[in-house]
């Protein structure tokens, strides 16, 4: 009982404390009222974002436009005009540059070689175009190599008028060849073993520009030529050719005609009057074309009529070509068939072979022709084609060697003989100062009348290159190869089959341009000295060198 009682004194005595405690803290000034510090590290927490699922549509102000209306009263207003003259403004002197495309070229080489060239025409005008040129080019080579003399002269003008251009060219060409009988030794002959022939060509035509208003544009052309070697064979050539095209339109075409009249006249030693006869040509090749983003088509044919003394006979060999861009404007993949008839003449005869003398006239025929292949660009300055074909050809033209009488005679390949033809090329430039491309084709023949496809090469190589150092120095090299071929010698009208070897030919060039008025050059031919044949017995010469000096004006 007692310890109770004390419990409950001492429970009073203790509240009455804090009581009284309590009461001294609100009336003491120092101390602060309802604050609490607590010393705690503070660590924010934020909620998570809550997206809202309404799109912000702001209101559109409208405006209206105002409505104006006013009136304006007619007046009649004179004025009175005063016309006079004012001086042209000046804009300065901006002349054309002078231009100079007139030349005159000397040079001399070893074999007595002497050069000269000229050069003489018009610069910029609207109504007219005219110029002249003259070559002489010569060399007299020794006992184991034909002397030649080449002799061009050269004119042409050219007639502007309102909707095309009418012109006309002249041409003359002396060419001067020696025969010789056996490799490397001048045969002796019982006649003048110097052969000469002449050439005059003139061809007038009519061009219009452009297109009318049909899309179509054409053009016609009258040529004639006179080819002879005096006192042996002469040639008259006519050919009116005439073209009309549409470049338009939905269906795209081109039609070419031609008529040709060939005159030939050989002299014979024992005849009283040369042998004459003549040979008449017509020819119409239509074809149309068709093109697309991702490819191109063309077809058509070319027919020929062929007339002589024998009587006449017609052609007509159908033809198509299409192709499929692999890789727009880089890569086109293309095949086709063709087939034609090419005449063979004295003048493209004796250009190919001048030391054919023995010569015989027959058209080469291409039955049919199927080829194949790709072309496009590599890159933005490399271009190549790669291209196959199988052709059957009637009449194939090769040469033969008459050893008696140390000339060439023409030898056609009868029957339908058969050409493979594959040939490859790549072209690629480094910028302005750099260009190089080469060639190469490889041939196949298979005859029946023939053993070798003589004088005919079976493979054949073309490089060139040239290189520009600083407008200065003008560089240029050239290789020519050609693989394995045979020839063929008659005599006592026995023949034998004579295997050439293959060859090169590397020449190279440098020209230097000391300004715009003169410039010297050096050409160095057969740098190998490579004394090959052609031809069977007419080797070419071996090393030369032509230099000389360019003045332009």
């Known amino acids: 009982m007692l310890n109770q009682t004390f419990h409950k004194v001492s429970f009073v005595a203790i509240l009455s404390f804090l009581s009284t405690l309590a009461f001294a803290q609100q009336n003491d000034s120092l101390l602060r009222d309802n604050v609490i510090d607590v010393v705690k590290t503070f660590q924010p927490i934020l909620s998570e974002a809550i997206r809202i699922p309404v799109q912000p549509n702001p209101e559109k102000p409208e405006i209206k436009k105002p409505d104006f209306n006013y009136t304006i009263q007619d007046q009649n207003l004179k004025v009175n005009t005063t016309i006079y003259t004012i001086k042209p403004l000046s804009v300065g002197t901006m002349l054309l540059p002078k231009l100079k495309n007139n030349y005159v070229k000397f040079g001399a080489g070893n074999y007595n070689m002497p050069l000269a060239e000229v050069y003489i025409g018009s610069v910029r005008n609207k109504q007219y175009q005219a110029g002249f040129f003259a070559k002489h080019h010569s060399a007299n080579g020794n006992d184991a190599f034909s002397n030649f003399s080449n002799n061009t002269a050269y004119a042409f003008g050219k007639k502007f008028i309102k909707k095309g251009v009418i012109g006309a060219d002249v041409y003359y060409h002396r060419n001067a060849v020696f025969l010789y009988g056996e490799p490397n030794d001048k045969r002796q002959l019982n006649y003048e073993p110097k052969l000469v022939y002449n050439i005059y060509d003139l061809k007038t035509y ?250 005919r090469p079976n493979f054949e190589l073309k490089f060139n290159t040239n290189y520009n150092i600083g407008d200065k120095f003008l560089l240029k090299l050239d290789i020519f190869h050609w693989g394995e071929r045979y020839g063929s010698s008659i005599a006592n009208l026995a023949q034998t089959d004579v295997k050439m070897p293959a060859f090169t030919d590397v020449n190279f060039g440098i020209d230097y341009r000391y300004n715009k008025n003169f410039s010297a050059f050096l050409q160095l031919n057969n740098l190998t000295n490579n004394r090959y044949q052609r031809f069977f017995a007419y080797p070419v010469y071996g090393f030369n060198l032509l230099g000389g000096f360019t003045f332009t004006f």
Request: charged share 15%.
């Open 206 to 455: 009519y061009q219009n520009f452009g297109s009318d208003s049909n899309n179509l544009s054409y053009s016609a052309a009258l040529n004639y030529y006179h080819f002879n070697n005096p006192g042996t064979i002469s040639e008259n050539d006519v050919q009116l050719k005439a073209r009309v095209s549409k470049t338009g339109g939905e269906l795209p075409f081109e039609v070419d005609a031609s008529l040709r009249i060939n005159n030939n006249a050989i002299n014979q030693p024992l005849a009283a009057e040369a042998l004459t006869f003549k040979r008449v040509f017509f020819d119409l090749n239509p074809q149309i074309f068709m093109s697309g983003e991702s490819f191109y088509l063309k077809g058509g044919m070319n027919a020929s009529i062929f007339s002589d003394s024998t009587g006449a006979k017609a052609y007509i060999f159908p033809k198509a070509e299409g192709g499929f861009h692999l890789i727009p404007k880089k890569i086109t993949v293309l095949a086709g068939f063709r087939g034609n008839l090419q005449p063979n003449t004295y003048r493209s005869i004796v250009a190919e072979n001048p030391f054919a003398t023995q010569i015989s006239l027959f058209n080469t025929i291409n039955r049919f022709e199927i080829y194949g292949g790709f072309k496009g660009e590599i890159g933005p300055q490399t271009a190549f084609h790669l291209l196959s074909s199988s052709a059957k050809i009637e009449n194939m033209l090769f040469y033969a060697h008459d050893s008696l009488n140390a000339n060439q005679i023409t030898a056609f390949e009868a029957t339908k003989s058969r050409l493979i033809t594959l040939k490859a090329g790549i072209t690629h430039q480094w910028g302005e100062k750099w260009r190089t491309g080469l060639q190469i084709g490889v041939y196949n023949y298979e005859l029946d009348s023939f053993k070798h496809a003589y004088t």
